[in-house]
C-alpha cells in the first residue's frame, strides 16, 4: 500500500510570492491534515479537511489556505510569503474522521522563503 | 489550554541500558495519546498509541492520568532505536494533534 505522497519535496520562494504544495492521502482515507515544523517551533496544526470540507484550522494566518479535491487529494497555499514560513509542511491522512484513527505522515515539503 | 511537554531535548543512553523518555500533557478532556518517531532520512511514524496497550519493538507506555504523564520506555536499548521520538495528543473533535517538542534518542555502542 502506498504512503502518503507530498509535491514537490523542496520549493524555493522569494518573500510575498505563493507557495503551493500538494498532498496525495492513502487510498481509502478521507481526511488530510496539514501541518508545519518550523525550525525552534515543533510540528504545528495547520489545517484539516475531510470530504471536501474545511473541518479545522490551526492558529494561523488567512494567508494559508488550502482546499480538498473530490478525490481526497489536498493543496496547500501559503500568499504573501514570509521569511518565517520556511519550514518543513507535512501532511497526513487518516481513514475517517475520529480521534481513534491513527493520522499517518508524508515525506514533507520544505519550503525556504528567501 | 492543551499541551504536551517533552521534558529533555537530548537523551544518550549506552546499548542494553534501559531507556524512558518522559511525556507529560495538559488536557482537559479524555486524553488519547501517541508517540510517533522519526528516524534519520524517514518520515515520522507512529510508534505506538495509548489505546492499543501494545509494545512496538520493545517498546511500552502506559497513561497514567494522575500525574498526566505517558512515558516511553524500553528495557534494552539498541543502536537502531536512535532517532526522534515524540509524544502527541489528539484534541476530540477538533482532530489535531498536539505535539511535544521531541526528543532525540541516541544510543551508544
Known amino acids: 500500500e502506498a504512503g502518503v505522497t507530498q509535491s514537490p519535496t523542496h520549493l524555493i520562494k522569494t518573500r510575498g510570492q505563493q507557495a503551493t504544495l500538494r498532498c496525495s492521502p492513502i487510498?481509502?482515507?478521507?481526511?488530510v491534515y496539514w501541518y508545519q515544523q518550523a525550525l525552534g517551533l515543533g510540528l504545528q496544526f495547520l489545517l484539516w479537511?475531510?470530504?471536501?470540507?474545511?473541518?479545522n484550522r490551526g492558529n494561523f494566518p488567512p494567508r494559508f489556505s488550502g482546499r480538498q479535491f473530490p478525490n481526497y487529494s489536498s493543496e496547500l497555499n501559503v500568499n504573501a510569503l514570509e521569511l518565517e514560513d520556511s519550514a518543513l509542511y507535512l501532511c497526513?491522512?487518516?481513514?475517517?474522521?475520529?480521534?481513534?484513527?491513527?493520522?499517518?505522515f508524508g515525506p514533507g515539503t520544505r519550503l525556504l522563503v528567501l | 489550554a492543551q499541551r504536551v511537554t517533552q521534558p529533555e531535548k537530548l537523551l544518550s543512553v549506552f546499548k542494553g541500558a534501559p531507556v524512558e523518555l518522559k511525556c507529560n500533557y495538559s488536557?482537559?478532556?479524555?486524553?488519547?495519546l501517541f508517540w510517533y518517531v522519526q528516524y534519520s532520512r524517514q518520515r515520522l511514524q507512529l510508534l505506538l498509541r495509548?489505546?492499543s496497550r501494545e509494545s512496538i519493538k520493545g517498546f511500552t507506555a502506559d497513561l497514567n492520568k494522575g500525574e498526566t504523564s505517558f512515558h516511553l520506555k524500553k528495557p534494552f536499548a539498541q543502536e537502531e532505536d536512535s532517532a526522534m521520538y515524540y509524544c502527541?495528543?489528539?484534541?476530540?473533535?477538533?482532530?489535531?494533534?498536539?505535539f511535544g517538542q521531541g526528543t532525540r534518542l541516541t544510543i551508544n555502542p
Open positions: 497526513a491522512s487518516s481513514l475517517r474522521n475520529r480521534a481513534q484513527e491513527t493520522q499517518y
Open positions: 487510498s481509502g482515507h478521507t481526511s
Open positions: 479537511y475531510d470530504e471536501g470540507e474545511e473541518r
Open positions: 488536557y482537559s478532556g479524555s486524553p488519547e
Open positions: 495509548h489505546i
Open positions: 502527541a495528543l489528539i484534541i476530540q473533535g477538533a482532530q489535531k494533534l498536539v
